[in-house]
Structure formats: structure tokens, C-alpha cells
């Protein structure tokens, strides 16, 4: 009940008040979540370092009372995350930045990291780097035009964050217009979490930006059934009324989608939402993520599974990022 009051319907219509209610410390957390004397004050220490962000819609979505609840796993800090060091930059990005804010590692394709802004922390991400750092958007555009104009090579511009569609609009638009100007580019990619975590913000004036910009692949981040809502499922039509085209990604989580049942009901709910499943990925060895982490070859298992279970449409590649920065590989 209390949860639902936290949600009020002006909130609710509203995406810049979801953000701006969000739950971002430990004594917020206190407030709306069940926390077991052992694990309190350690979830505090958690909160210090890498803080929690749930909206108002995600803790509608969770059962507070329950350590199981799968979309509770996934953004609210556990005592757990402070046994693994793990890698603060497990991907080996900055290694790969040619100017602030853009990852070139493979020839062809280009990755600009475009603000730390999310509309959720999730408690795996691999660039959790970033929220620590002060509020940034992107702002080297000579940069990103001189780049792309002297690297032909590249074909493919992933668009990602944080999440993109939490940059100011002009921004957005600001990208879009720059990315369609280089003739060498063929695609055009957007990673977003927010249809599944803060579907008010797909609205009137952001699907008037991206429709100017089709054709657009959306990359959405969505790991559990759960996750799609009707909200979510209204979002997803929308985009794909103004012209983008939408595939999922989705980070294979323990205690989260770590069986084949979960999974065929997810990828096969994507598709007939028109969602291509494209990736399950394992778990990036990010600090405090060990808990989260499945063996590739109990995610083998659950792919050879899904073969013949589910749509082939619906069947993803399973891949996994090498640390370090080594590139993709399937598994
Ligand atoms: S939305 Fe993406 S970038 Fe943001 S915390 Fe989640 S995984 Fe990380």
C-alpha cells in the first residue's frame, strides 16, 4: 500500500517526477524496502559506493518483502556485492577511447557513451564507473564528425549510456541529425533500458525526434518476463509505429532468468511483441557482481534447452564480452 501511495497517478503520467522521486539512498531504501537486521548495515556501505536508483514504477513492480523477487535482485544493493572486487572497467573501454565519451573496438562499428544518466541502476552493469561521476552528457561533437569522417570504416553507431533516451532532446536530435550526415554510415543503433523501466518517458516529443531519423535499431535491455509490462508493451508499439526496428539484449542473472523456462517465456513474450531476441549475455565481472554470475556451461545448458522449445526467431546468440577488452565471442 505504501508503495502504491508512493506512485501517485500525477507521478505516474509524469516521467521527469519518476526520476525525480526515485529511491537514491540508503535511508530512502530504509523507508520503502524490507531490510533484515544482518543485512542492513551492509547494504548501507553498499549504498556509499555505488548508490541505489529505483523509480517509484520499478518499485511498483517488486514485492519489497521479498529477497527473491527477481526485479528486487536487480536494483536493490546487496550485502553480497561487497565480497567481489571484481573489475572497474571490465570491458576495457577507456583503453579503447579515441576522444571522451566514444569506444572503438571493433573496425566497423563506433560506441558513444552518450551520459551517465539512467532511469535505474542496475546492480550488475558493467559501467557502474559512471555513477559516481557528476551528471554528463556528450558534448564532443567536432570530435565524434571529424572521426567518423576520418574513419570511413565505420558503418555502425551504437548509441548508448547510460541511456540515450534520458539526454535532453536538442541533444538527441543533435546526435541523430550528425550521424545521418556521415554518408559512410549505414546504421544507426540506440541502447535503452528506459521502455522497461521508465515507459512514460516514451512520449509525444521523443517518438517526434526519432521519427525524424528512421530507420533506427532499438537495442532494448530487458531480462525478465516480469519486466514487460503493459506500460512497456505501449512504448514498444509506439516506437515501432514511427519506424524503428527492435531487438533485445538481455544479461543472463542468477536468481534472475537463470533457467530455460524463464527465459522461453521472456524471449517468446519479446517476440510477439515484435521484439527480436538478439543476446543473452553473461555477466560481466564488474565489482560486487559475483553473486549474479552463471558458468558458461550452465548457460549452454540452458540454450540447448531453448533449442527447438522456442521460436527460432526467438532464439538469441549467447555471447559473453572477454575482460579486458578482447571482443565478443559466442559461446
Ligand atoms: S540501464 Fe544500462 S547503463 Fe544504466 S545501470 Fe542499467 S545496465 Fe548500466
Given at each position: 500500500m505504501a508503495l502504491r501511495l508512493f506512485r501517485s497517478p500525477r507521478v505516474a503520467r509524469d516521467w521527469r517526477l519518476e526520476l525525480a522521486r526515485a529511491v537514491t539512498t540508503f535511508d530512502q531504501l530504509e523507508r520503502v524496502m524490507v531490510l533484515s537486521p544482518s543485512e542492513r548495515e551492509r547494504v548501507r556501505q553498499v549504498c556509499r559506493v555505488y548508490p541505489p536508483f529505483i523509480t517509484p514504477f520499478l518499485l511498483s513492480l517488486m514485492d519489497p518483502g521479498d529477497t527473491e523477487d527477481p526485479i528486487r535482485r536487480q536494483v536493490v544493493p546487496s550485502p553480497l556485492e561487497l565480497e567481489d572486487p571484481g573489475m572497474e572497467d571490465p570491458l576495457a573501454e577507456d583503453a579503447h577511447?579515441?576522444?571522451?565519451g566514444a569506444v572503438h573496438q571493433y573496425d566497423n562499428r563506433l560506441l558513444v557513451v552518450t551520459t551517465n544518466r539512467c532511469a535505474l541502476h542496475c546492480r550488475y552493469c558493467f559501467r557502474k564507473r559512471n555513477w559516481r561521476r557528476p551528471l554528463f552528457f556528450f558534448s564532443w561533437w567536432m570530435e565524434l564528425e571529424a572521426y567518423l569522417k576520418n574513419n570511413p570504416q565505420v558503418e555502425d553507431l551504437l548509441i548508448s549510456g547510460?541511456?540515450?533516451?534520458?539526454?535532453p532532446l536538442e541533444m538527441l536530435e543533435k546526435l541523430l541529425s550528425l550521424a545521418r550526415s556521415?554518408?559512410?554510415?549505414?546504421v544507426i543503433r540506440i541502447g535503452t533500458r528506459v521502455p522497461v523501466?521508465?515507459?512514460?518517458?516514451?512520449d509525444g516529443e521523443l517518438l517526434r525526434v526519432l521519427d525524424g531519423y528512421t530507420p533506427l535499431w532499438i537495442c532494448l535491455h530487458v531480462n525478465h518476463p516480469?519486466?514487460?509490462t503493459e506500460e512497456m508493451a505501449r512504448a514498444v508499439e509506439s516506437l515501432s509505429r514511427v519506424g524503428c526496428s527492435l531487438v533485445s539484449q538481455t544479461v543472463l542473472l542468477r536468481g534472475v532468468n537463470d533457467s530455460w523456462e524463464t527465459l522461453a517465456e521472456l524471449f517468446m513474450d519479446l517476440l510477439s511483441l515484435g521484439v527480436k531476441p538478439y543476446y543473452l549475455f553473461q555477466c560481466d565481472p564488474?565489482?560486487?557482481?559475483a553473486h549474479f554470475r552463471v558458468s558458461a556451461d550452465e548457460g549452454r545448458d540452458i540454450m540447448k534447452s531453448l533449442w527447438g522449445r522456442v521460436s527460432g526467431l526467438a532464439y538469441p546468440h549467447y555471447a559473453m564480452d572477454l575482460p579486458g577488452g578482447g571482443g565478443k565471442v559466442l559461446l
Open positions: 577511447s579515441p576522444f571522451p547510460g541511456d540515450p533516451f534520458l539526454l556521415v554518408e559512410t554510415l549505414k523501466a521508465l515507459p512514460s518517458r516514451v516480469r519486466e514487460l564488474a565489482p560486487g557482481t
